[in-house]
């Protein structure tokens, strides 16, 4: 294989990518003139609890993947045959990667739920802070018109 054109074809990749992706800072206006996000950028709890119970589903189907996997290991543990051997490494080393794997869906669930509420939560206190600052510090009517 050519690694002239494989790196070609990576940079091409890469060079897409970037163009289609943008990323935009909740405290750059969306003209690119600084100072507050657009519309578009909103803490919402209840999207992070979808999230939450995504991820619980995700537990739920590991298990299920789980308890089949399980099953068609019986009557695999051939002792004396080298392939039957491997298979039970193999699946041992599954059945660990697949126990982590759930522990670790089930150890987000909290804390995705709770992001969300820490997220919405100081949205509202600074809105709240920015609503009284407003209120205390009102400009004065301009002179001579506008």
Not at 53 to 61: A, I, K, Y
Request: with cysteine.
């Amino acid at each position: 294989m050519n690694s002239t054109s494989f790196d070609a074809e990576w940079a091409g990749l890469k060079e897409g990518t970037a163009a289609a992706t943008q990323m935009r800072l909740a405290s750059a206006a969306p003209d690119g003139g600084g100072g507050g996000g657009g519309e578009d950028l909103k803490s919402d709890q209840a999207v992070w609890n979808k999230a939450s119970n995504d991820v619980g589903q995700l537990v739920s189907g590991i298990k299920k993947a789980q308890t089949e996997f399980e099953a068609g290991q019986k009557g695999a543990a051939v002792s004396g045959v080298d392939s039957a051997a491997a298979q039970s490494e193999l699946y041992q080393s599954w059945k660990t990667y697949l126990d982590g794997l759930s522990g670790k869906c089930s150890a987000l669930q909290g804390p995705m739920v709770q992001a969300g509420k820490g997220q919405v939560a100081n949205d509202d206190a600074l809105r709240a802070d920015f609503t009284r600052m407003n209120d205390q510090y009102k400009d004065t009517p301009a002179t001579g018109g506008r």
